[in-house]
Structure formats: C-alpha cells, structure tokens
C-alpha cells in the first residue's frame, strides 16, 4: 500500500509562506486523487485542497489565492505552496490518498507535519 510521510511544517510569521511536501512510497501517487487536510485543535478537519488524476484542482474558499497545489509525478510528491499565512491557518496539515475529489472520501493518510503562525 501507499505509505505518505509530510514535510515541511514550520514556524512563520503572518505573511510568510511554506512548502508542504507529501512524499509516497509503496506506489504510485498518480493513480490517486491527492488531498491536502488541516486540523487544528478544539476544530473540525477542514479540506484544504485537492488534486485529481485528471489534472483538476480544488481549493476551499478559505485558501484560494493563497494555496497553490501541485504534483511532480517523477519524484512520486505532491507539494502545498502556502503563501501569505494567516493567524488562522496553523494547523497539522496531512495528505491523503483518494478515489476522488468530490466530496470528502480518503483512503490512507499521513502522519502530518505542523504549521505555526506567529508573530
């Protein structure tokens, strides 16, 4: 099965930008669907993007113009650029592979990698 591992969690002031890398071993990442999660504590999971094996993409309306999603097939990784962080983006972020990106259906996620936004 496809294992995920996340990297790229940080510390950053608002404003400031990371790159969240979502790195498969045990397969292939283009067969799935790929979704970006964040939790924070005391709140819900929300999605937070979404990229389908048919090049489309999906952001929630919280991270569009922020949030940039992508995939590098040959390295087997999808990447979350994240620019002009808000206080109310911290968060941990995982990925998650999945069948689709309608809805919310994911079958195997990573350990996730935790962003922090202060000042």
């Known amino acids: 099965q496809v294992q995920l591992v996340e990297s790229g969690g940080d510390l950053v002031q608002p404003g400031g930008s990371l790159r969240l890398s979502c790195r498969a071993s045990g397969g292939t990442l283009d067969n799935y669907s790929i979704r970006w999660f964040r939790q924070a504590p005391g709140k819900e999971r929300e999605g937070v993007s979404c990229t389908s094996t048919d090049g489309t993409i999906y952001y929630a309306d919280s991270v569009k113009g922020r949030f940039t999603i992508s995939r590098d097939n040959a390295a087997n990784t999808v990447y979350l650029q994240m620019n002009s962080l808000k206080p109310e983006d911290p968060a941990l972020y995982y990925c998650?592979?999945?069948?689709?990106?309608?809805?919310?259906?994911?079958?195997?996620r990573g350990q996730g990698t935790q962003v922090t936004v202060s000042s």
């Open positions: 998650a592979t999945a069948p689709f990106c309608d809805g919310t259906a994911w079958y195997r």
